[in-house]
C-alpha cells in the first residue's frame, strides 16, 4: 500500500486551516441565562417591548409594570441583541424612547427615570 504524501500533506493543512477557523470565529449567539433587567423608577406606568435580532419570533412585551417594580427578560438563546422600546399608554402603546444593546453575551441592567410627559430608559450597570 503506498500513500501519497501530497495528498496527506494537503488533508492536514486543510485540516488545521479548518481547525484555526472554528477556534478564532466569535460566539454568535448568548445563552438564555443573560438577560435585560429594567426597574421603574419613572412616575408612570410602564410597557416594554423587546425586538430580538436573530430571533424575531420571540419579541414580546411586558406591560403595565408600576413604580418601584423590577423586571428581566432573557436574551433568547439565539439572539444577538436587542431593541428596547419604552411605552406609557395601555391604548396605544406609542414609543416615548428606545435603548438598543448589541452584547448578547452578558447582562445589562436598564432604570426609567422621568415622569409622564419624558420618561427615560437608561443603562445603568448591573
Known amino acids: 500500500m503506498k500513500v501519497n504524501h501530497r495528498a496527506v500533506f494537503g488533508l492536514l493543512a486543510a485540516g488545521a486551516a479548518c481547525f ?8 454568535a449567539y448568548a445563552g438564555s441565562d443573560n438577560y435585560i433587567q429594567i ?4 412616575g408612570i ?34 439572539a444577538t441583541g436587542v431593541k428596547i422600546d419604552l411605552s406609557t399608554s395601555v391604548v396605544t402603546y406609542d ?6 444593546v448589541s452584547d448578547a453575551n452578558r447582562n445589562h441592567c ?6 409622564a410627559d419624558r420618561p427615560k430608559l437608561q443603562e445603568t450597570g448591573c
Open 95 to 100: 414609543t416615548v424612547d428606545t435603548a438598543a
Open 20 to 27: 484555526s477557523t472554528v477556534l478564532s470565529a466569535p460566539a
Open 110 to 115: 436598564f432604570e426609567i427615570t422621568g415622569l
Open 39 to 42: 426597574t421603574n423608577h419613572a
Open 45 to 78: 406606568l410602564a410597557n416594554t417591548c423587546y425586538k430580538w435580532n436573530g430571533a424575531e419570533s420571540k419579541n414580546y412585551c411586558h406591560n403595565v409594570r408600576p413604580v418601584n417594580d423590577t423586571w428581566k427578560a432573557y436574551f433568547p438563546a439565539d
